[in-house]
């Protein structure tokens, strides 16, 4: 069950997450969510970031929940299905999710590149059978419609069912 304080959701919602929450913090990406995500953060760094920005905390931290410094969701599920089955429920996610449209590292918008431009940096099978490719200007990371894809649009739509 998650614990939210008020925040009034006006718009696509943007999170961080705090340190326990790495995984979710790739699927929210995968999902097109903005989320921003630091294995180490101070609680102050992270309320005032989060109050800089306009994003929602995502936490499991009981201490940091009830500051009451910046908008901030208690999430409780422990397994990742859970955990974006409660957030979708109160975020609304599926309403607003553009699915592989952020760099799932660095959580950067992807971006379509010419295949030509980036033949030397795939493997020979890829280039054999994929056209359209995506990259993240920050970190150069190259993204194609694979089994990779499939495997993960297949376990984010079975995660999301009847949300």
């Known amino acids: 069950m998650i614990k939210m304080k008020e925040t009034q959701l006006k718009s696509k ?3 961080i997450a705090d340190c326990h929450f790495g995984k979710l913090a790739k699927y929210l990406r995968l999902m097109g969510f903005d989320t921003l995500f630091f294995p180490q953060i101070d609680d102050n760094d992270l309320i005032d970031l989060a109050n800089s920005e306009g994003r929602i905390i995502l936490t499991r931290d009981k201490e940091l929940f009830q ?3 910046a908008d901030c969701t208690l999430v409780d599920a422990v397994k990742i299905d859970k955990q974006l089955q409660e957030l979708s429920t109160v975020f609304e996610l599926v309403k607003y ?3 592989f449209s952020l760099c799932i590292v660095c959580n950067e918008p992807l971006h379509v590149v010419d295949k030509e431009s980036i033949l030397h ?3 020979p ?3 054999r059978y994929f056209s359209y490719f995506e990259i993240c200007d920050k970190c ?3 993204y194609w419609q694979g089994d990779h894809y499939k495997k993960m649009k ?3 739509e079975k995660m999301l069912q009847g949300v």
Request: glycine share 0%.
């Open 125 to 127: 099978k890829v280039i």
């Open 13 to 15: 919602p943007r999170f």
């Open 67 to 69: 500051r009451q410094k």
């Open 140 to 142: 150069q990371r190259i």
């Open 121 to 123: 940096r795939l493997p």
């Open 154 to 156: 297949a376990s984010l």
């Open 97 to 99: 999710q553009r699915p």
